[in-house]
């Protein structure tokens, strides 16, 4: 990776936790917030941006994070998009769908700051 700080697109629809996020990885990263699916799609199309990772909610409306992980990997440009799901949809059926979808880490809710802290190093490649 470049000098540049990568590029993290937040999906979140709680108003606290969605800011929370982008105040915490924005430690490591550039970060984008979206209220939903929807708004996370409209951001990747009008911004052309390739984010370097998508945090995404599982539960949202409009567009949950399952089905927007998988348009980005319907999508060419946004196929290789490494995807870290938070949620409090934890059973192991919910972790199998998330892992199905494209998901590289899958965090339930409530969740350890350092922890995602660590997990979204792990997938920049930051040390």
Do not use: C
């Not at 000098?3 to 550039?30: Q, T, Y």
């Not at 409009?62 to 998988?70: S, V």
């Not at 192991?92 to 494209?102: E, L, S, Y």
């Amino acid at each position: 990776m470049s000098d540049r700080k990568p590029i993290v697109l937040v999906a979140e629809d709680d108003d606290a936790l969605r800011k929370m996020l982008g105040h915490v990885l924005g430690e490591v990263a550039e970060v984008h917030l979206a209220v939903d699916g929807m708004d996370a799609l409209a951001w990747l199309r009008d911004s052309n941006v390739v984010p370097d990772l998508l945090v995404s909610d599982v539960m949202m409306p409009r567009l949950d994070g399952l089905a927007l992980a998988q348009r980005l990997k319907m999508d060419p440009r946004l196929s290789k998009v490494p995807v870290i799901f938070l949620t409090a949809k934890s059973t192991p059926k919910d972790v199998i769908a998330g892992i199905q979808a494209g998901a590289r880490h899958y965090l339930p809710k409530p969740f350890q700051r350092l922890e995602l802290l660590d997990k979204v190093k792990k997938v920049l490649r930051i040390k």
